[in-house]
Nanobody, 120 residues
Framework: QVQLQESGPGLVKASQTLSLTCSVS??????????WGWIRQPPGKGLEWMGA???????YYSPSLKSRTSISRDTSKNQFSLRLSSITPADTAVYYC????????????WGQGTQVTVSS
């Protein structure tokens, strides 16, 4: 059974760097042809795709967040991580990690999400 679990601080100060980790069980993150993504949902708004890392380590970023976002992985721990720099209160959101398919971009397994609040 595939499971994803986000972890990280719930409260971060503005101008700092947010770091989140997604722990995956049930499937190695190097399995072809999956990608592993980060998606967020600000309060009262829709889902926003932030970026992903492919089974081969290739990274993909949303153009609007690319300058502030870095996604990496630790295959020995079966985890992948998100770093978002220079955060502002506008980055307050529920952050999700999810498994997707590189060919379609669709996501089939999601973590439960973690609330991140940015204080000014």
């Amino acid at each position: 059974q595939v499971q994803l679990q986000e972890s990280g601080p719930g409260l971060v100060k503005a101008s700092q760097t947010l770091s989140l980790t997604c722990s995956v069980s049930g499937v190695p993150i190097i399995t072809s042809y999956y990608s592993w993504g980060w998606i967020r949902q600000p309060p009262g708004k829709g889902l926003e795709w932030m970026g992903a890392i492919g089974y081969d380590g290739t990274t993909y970023y949303s153009p609007s967040l690319k300058s502030r976002t870095s996604i990496s992985r630790d295959t020995s721990k079966n985890q992948f991580s998100l770093r978002l720099s220079s955060i502002t209160p506008a980055d307050t959101a529920v952050y999700y990690c999810a498994r997707g398919y590189e060919a379609s971009g669709e996501y089939d397994y999601w973590g439960q999400g973690t609330q991140v609040t940015v204080s000014s």
